[in-house]
């Protein structure tokens, strides 16, 4: 039965790769073994065919010290034995232990053997003659003597054995080489068939390493990837029963949980779809049911103020003024919420047109005046272009159009204009400074409207342009809006596309920045056309 977590996986096939490694390398090494057995016993080959080599020779070193001994008048007689002692001896023993050992040739090693035994033999019989010879013929050699009846002959006998075993060496060694190269040849191949056997197990057992790890972790991962690219519909089926499997049960539950929640969300989006969409209706029916008594309300009241029939007292004239004052203020803020509602629900509609923007911001200064004479202020306005923009019409030889032309649509810009105008003038103090900035550069325009009044604190500024959001400043003025003008100008810019943005000190003033491009993304219309 296999492990059930993953350490003991990973334990066992470790286990199993050490123990074929181990194998492997045991069997190479008996077969390496037998390599150096097989060349050790080829080495004994050169040593047997030596010996022979020097036993003939001492054979016939003894002959000829015992012949000059003989043929020496003056009796002085070289040591022949000693040869025997020192020399052949050493050799017939030497000869001996090596025929004892195991051959690889079994049936020449016989044959061999008892040729060896006969010539030990011989060599005794050799020796016993030439101890004859010493005490027989000392003083001269006669062609009857024991020396050439018997010794030479059996000598002749020897040499002619000993040059046959040479030739048995001779052609053995033939036949060993080959036997050698063939057998070495074979555990060679022996060799490589264990280490591809070895190799071969460790890849199987790679593979089933990855395929209780790598593969059950690569379906997780490819189930976690659909999960994430909203293409998994089904179920995770049971991966494994290690810690892989009890992660995919977790993430099966989690799954589960998504979809769940995913479902409340689906099921809330509707109704809050529904809640908005009876928001607007409702928005849509109290303007409609607001705007006729309102339209009353500032009509009569205007009529009032401007009936010249019956003159008002100053005290009537302030309350009336007041009632129409208030009026229009509704007015304003009830199509401001209407403006929201439509873009919310995007039913917004933009009329692209032509115009100079100059020009529509100078309207918008001159319908502002009363309110900035009301409160003193002092309203500077500069409009320019950047020199990049007035070096690339040079450059292409371009007829005169006027740096100010853009396609936008006019009425939503001019609220805009009106609503940030308005802002800037609620919130500076009586006798401040209101300046008005336009930058025509070569992708669109720059408009800055800077005041010195209150200001807005730091941590408000990223929350300034939320609905009914207003910067708390420490002045009284600051709490007589709705929170409706600064989100309408924001949501009404990005519909034409362009984006506004503050920078603002308490204290100090604030200063409002709207980028435009020159038409609106899915506008045709060239503003120099």
Not at 127 to 142: A, F
Not at 355 to 381: A, F, G, N, T, W
Not at 398 to 416: C, G, T
Request: hydrophobic share 40%; charged share 25%; with cysteine.
């Amino acid at each position: 039965m296999l492990p059930t977590t993953i350490r003991h996986k990973i334990l066992l096939i470790t286990l199993l790769c050490a123990l074929v490694i181990l194998t492997g390398f045991s069997a190479v090494f008996l077969i390496a073994r037998q390599q150096q057995e097989l060349v050790q016993k080829h080495l004994e080959l050169p040593l047997v065919a030596q010996s022979w080599f020097s036993l003939s020779s001492s054979l016939h070193q003894s002959l000829r010290l015992q012949l000059e001994g003989i043929a020496n008048e003056e009796g002085i007689q070289p040591a022949w034995d000693e040869v025997w002692m020192k020399d052949i001896e050493p050799l017939l023993s030497q000869l001996e232990l090596l025929y004892k050992k195991e051959r690889l040739w079994e049936n020449e090693r016989q044959v061999e053997a008892r040729t060896f035994y006969d010539i030990r033999l011989m060599l005794r019989q050799l020796k016993e003659l030439q101890v004859k010879v010493e005490k027989e013929n000392r003083t001269r050699l006669t062609e009857k003597s024991l020396w050439q009846i018997e010794l030479v002959p059996l000598f002749q006998e020897i040499q002619g054995s000993i040059e046959q075993i040479i030739n048995w060496q001779t052609q053995f060694s033939h036949q060993q080489n080959q036997l050698l190269r063939n057998r070495l040849i074979e555990l060679t191949l022996q060799i490589w068939v264990v280490a591809l056997g070895v190799l071969f197990l460790l890849v199987l057992l790679a593979w089933f390493l990855s395929r209780q790890i790598i593969f059950p972790l690569q379906k997780l991962r490819d189930t976690v990837k659909k999960v994430k690219e909203d293409r998994f519909h089904g179920e995770i089926t049971e991966i494994s029963s290690d810690e892989v499997g009890e992660l995919a049960q977790q993430f099966r539950e989690m799954i589960q949980a998504i979809r769940e929640r995913t479902e409340e969300l689906e099921k809330s989006n509707m109704l809050l779809a529904e809640a908005s969409h009876q928001k607007g209706m409702f928005l849509t029916s109290m303007s409609h049911e607001l705007r006729t008594p309102l339209n009353a309300i500032i009509g009569f009241a205007g009529t009032l103020l401007d009936d010249e029939d019956e003159p008002l007292s100053n005290y009537r004239k302030d309350r009336i003024s007041r009632i129409l004052q208030s009026g229009k203020q509704l007015l304003q803020l009830i199509n401001s919420l209407l403006d929201l509602s439509r873009l919310e629900a995007g039913q917004m509609k933009i009329s692209t047109s032509k115009m100079r923007l100059d020009e529509l911001m100078l309207e918008v200064i001159e319908m502002l005046e009363p309110l900035i004479h009301e409160k003193s202020l002092q309203c500077l306005h500069q409009f320019q272009t950047e020199s990049d923009w007035q070096e690339s019409r040079t450059e292409s030889g371009e007829s005169y159009v006027n740096p100010f032309m853009l396609v936008s649509d006019s009425a939503i810009l001019r609220q805009v204009l009106i609503n940030l105008m308005g802002n800037a003038i609620k919130f500076t103090e009586p006798g401040g400074l209101i300046t008005i900035g336009l930058l025509r550069r070569c992708d669109g325009f720059r408009v800055d409207l800077e005041d010195n009044g209150c200001g807005i604190p730091e941590e408000q500024l990223e929350t300034i342009f939320q609905v009914f959001k207003q910067a708390d400043s420490g002045n009284p003025h600051t709490r007589e809006g709705t929170g409706l003008g600064l989100a309408l100008v924001h949501s009404l810019a990005e519909l034409l596309g362009a984006r506004i943005s503050v920078k603002s000190k308490l204290g100090t003033g604030s200063v409002f920045t709207v980028e435009l491009p020159l038409q609106l993304p899915h506008s045709n219309k060239e503003p120099g056309s």
